[in-house]
């Protein structure tokens, strides 16, 4: 099952890359996702591999549009930062604490702090997350919980 889930979504995100549906494309997808699939069923996920039902998977791609919107909105802030000739530059280290039930909402909540320019996760430990932000108006927005918010209903419901 783990295998299956992993090739599904591998052959998912082959679709989005490759925008194409010709037959030769598809085979090759296919194959390729099926292989890697097996793969990190075997190689990552062991005995606790994260269950995504699809109620998991729906709330996951209706978060994708917040997401891309918020990285959207940090990376022109970052750029107004960066090309402000007095460089006004105020970086903070926070510590956030977020309670998540499962790890693989932990593991999402970092990653989704880490692909949204101005922040990166330094530390994990248990529900405390260490955090460098560019500027203050970074850790303003992650401590106003809104991300944690969405990451526990994808994954804790």
């Not at 529900?127 to 970074?138: E, G, Q």
Request: glycine share 4%.
């Amino acid at each position: 099952m783990k295998a299956v889930q992993a090739s599904v979504a591998l052959f998912a995100f082959w679709l989005v890359l490759t925008g194409s549906i010709a037959a030769a494309d598809l085979v090759t997808g296919l194959a390729l996702s099926s292989l890697l699939g097996v793969l990190a069923a075997r190689l990552l996920w062991t005995d606790d591999a994260p269950l995504l039902t699809l109620g998991h998977t729906s709330r996951l791609l209706l978060f994708v549009p917040y997401l891309l919107a918020h990285m959207l909105l940090a990376a022109t802030h970052v750029a107004r930062i960066v090309l402000d000739p007095r460089m006004p530059l105020a970086p903070v280290t926070v510590e956030h604490r977020a309670r998540f039930e499962r790890e693989v909402s932990r593991v999402a909540y970092a990653n989704s702090i880490g692909m949204t320019p101005g922040a990166v996760v330094i530390d994990v430990e248990d529900d405390r997350f260490l955090i460098h932000c560019l500027d203050a108006s970074f850790a303003d927005d992650i401590s106003r919980g809104d991300l944690a918010r969405r990451i526990s209903r994808i994954f804790e419901e």
